[in-house]
């Protein structure tokens, strides 16, 4: 079992930053890939980033590619999104979510979201 806590949203003006936190407790394997999703009103969830720990890669979305820096500390557990540069298209609940990659491609565990609203 595990268990995924987000924190550190809120409201931003365009072009500032916000950095998301998402602590992770429980059953965590260093195999484990931790991502950040996203869903704005009356659209579907999208994928916004991974970070693969073992391997130590990461991937974005190309709508935020540049902007936004996926990292964890392994010591406390805790995946961050720091996110600059923002925009008001970046408004949405962001989630974060894991997944064992030698189980499959489903996201298995999630967070229960934080909100980030941008303003114009």
């Known amino acids: 079992q595990v268990q995924l806590v987000e924190s550190g949203g809120g409201l931003v003006q365009a072009g500032g930053s916000l950095r998301l936190s998402c602590a992770a407790s429980?059953?965590?394997?260093?195999?484990?890939?931790m991502g950040w999703f996203r869903q704005a009103p009356g659209k579907e969830r999208e994928f916004v980033a991974s970070?693969?720990?073992?391997?130590?890669?990461?991937l974005y979305a190309t709508s935020v590619k540049g902007r936004f820096t996926i990292s964890r500390d392994n010591a406390k557990n805790t995946v961050y999104l720091q996110m600059n540069s923002l925009k008001p298209e970046d408004t949405a609940v962001y989630y974060c979510a894991t997944r064992d990659p030698l189980i499959g491609s489903t996201y298995d565990y999630w967070g229960q979201g934080t909100q980030v609203t941008v303003s114009s």
């Open positions: 429980g059953r965590i394997f260093s195999r484990r890939i």
């Open positions: 970070l693969d720990r073992s391997a130590g890669t990461t």
